[in-house]
């Protein structure tokens, strides 16, 4: 079965910081894995996803994320943070042992940005 | 434009009433999905529809329906029998069945209890 943790539910930074969002997954078979954005009372948006191309992949915003099989995780970075990003962050994983597109969603970070 | 469209923006529901989230789609997509959100839990599956007049319970059914009978639409219903319902709603909608395919949200419905 898939799962997904999201270490700190909510993260501050301040403007112009290193942005790190983690989130460590299970799957019993190779999994695709994606970060989505929420602001609030909106609906979430596609950040960045990995389906198993390049390990390191590029999203908008100036967020990227790292696929390491090794320590199951799928961190989101951004080198600098902007006032703009504070919201909320979620990783989800699909994999192939599924009969259909279902993804399991994590809980969740809130990122807040000090001016 | 292409995407999603969810109405109203707010419901409010008294206590024995069912009522009915609109989830429309322009992106002709086949599989839409019904997702509930509560503070600090994630998204969790209602219900979920891989084609048109098919769909199936996703891991929270109990107390919703749902319907498609047309491919842009997947209207769902919130019964009286769901005693806690008030939650962000949030539909979304892939194109395909596979596992790789991005699903694309809506702006969302929040449901308040009077």
């Known amino acids: 079965a898939q799962s997904v943790t999201q270490l700190g539910s909510h993260v501050s930074v301040s403007e112009g910081a290193l942005v790190l969002l983690r989130c460590n997954y299970s799957s019993s078979v190779p999994p695709y894995l994606f970060w989505y954005v929420q602001y609030p009372n909106q609906g979430l948006q596609l950040l960045l996803k990995y389906t198993s191309a390049a390990t390191l992949v590029k999203g908008i915003n100036g967020f990227e994320a790292e696929f390491k099989k090794s320590e199951t995780s799928f961190h989101l970075t951004k080198p600098s943070a902007h006032m703009s990003d504070a919201a909320e962050y979620f990783c989800?994983?699909?994999?192939?042992?599924?009969?259909?597109?279902?993804?399991?969603f994590g809980s969740g970070t809130k990122l807040n940005v000090k001016p | 434009d292409g995407g999603i469209t969810q109405s109203p923006k707010y419901l409010f529901r008294k206590e024995g009433q069912n009522v009915t989230l609109s989830c429309e789609q322009n992106l002709n997509h086949d599989a839409m999905y019904w997702y509930r959100q509560d503070p600090g839990q994630g998204l969790r599956l209602i219900y979920y529809?891989?084609?048109?007049?098919?769909?199936q319970k996703g891991d929270i059914a109990e107390g919703y329906s749902v319907s498609r009978e047309k491919k842009e639409s997947f209207p769902l219903t919130v019964t009286s029998a769901q005693k806690n319902p008030t939650a962000f709603y949030l539909c979304a909608s892939s194109n395909g069945q596979g596992t790789k395919e991005t699903q694309y949200f809506g702006p969302g419905t929040r449901l308040l209890v009077l």
């Open positions: 529809s891989q084609i048109v007049n098919d769909f």
């Open positions: 989800a994983v699909s994999d192939e042992g599924n009969n259909f597109n279902k993804f399991c």
